[in-house]
């Protein structure tokens, strides 16, 4: 189950999300290759926890030298992770007056440059797929405010039941529960970033 709490944006901010509250996730543990190594291994796994540690260590060098290279790499019912840019503006491919050229390197423009480098910075995208797109995430999800938020909650409606009056979980059915188009925990601009 994923856990909620809300964040609220700040009154001084000149957008119009400024005052409103967004749903976030509670993370609960922040797991590393090792943990995920044991949690595969109690799954009656004939691997043992060292062995698969080592796989997924080689795995991870693995999918960064592919993604490096300019590939991207698919693990099924997860994601594909790929390489992308964020990219200056370039007004003409050369600039006469500077004699400068687009030019496939990093770096920022300065005020006034038409040209240079092409790209601002490099990032690592993680788009979902399969069991893990959006539409099957949807599906399978479980949501439920902290403990913390169900309180808050109840102190907004005078009450001392904790917030549980309202059931305080939705299902996959719940039609409340979904996005945060409005500017919530993630960047809007193509998938996941990792």
């Known amino acids: 189950m994923i856990e909620l709490y809300l964040s609220k944006v700040t009154e001084s901010s000149e957008t119009e999300t400024a005052g409103k509250m967004y749903a976030r996730v509670s993370y609960k543990q922040s797991m590393d290759l090792h943990d995920m190594a044991q949690h595969m291994a109690e799954h009656n796994t004939a691997f043992s926890e060292g062995l698969i540690v080592g796989v997924l260590t080689d795995f991870v060098k693995c999918v960064r030298e592919m993604v490096l290279n300019g590939n991207t790499v698919k693990v099924g019912n997860l994601a594909i992770f790929k390489a992308t840019v964020e990219s200056n503006g370039l007004e003409v491919l050369y600039d006469a007056q500077s004699d400068k050229v687009a030019s496939a390197t990093m770096g920022v423009l300065k005020e006034g440059e038409k040209t240079g480098a092409a790209v601002k ?23 439920s405010w902290t403990d913390k938020t169900k309180a808050e909650i109840a102190a907004a409606k005078g009450t001392t039941d904790g ?15 979904g996005d945060n188009s409005g500017g919530g925990g993630s960047n809007s601009g193509g998938g996941d970033e990792t």
């Open 121 to 143: 910075t490099i990032k690592l995208l993680a788009q979902s797929t399969g069991d893990f797109t959006r539409e099957e995430l949807k599906k399978d999800v479980k949501l």
């Open 163 to 177: 917030g549980t009056t309202d059931g305080g979980t939705t299902g996959p059915t719940d039609s409340g529960g």
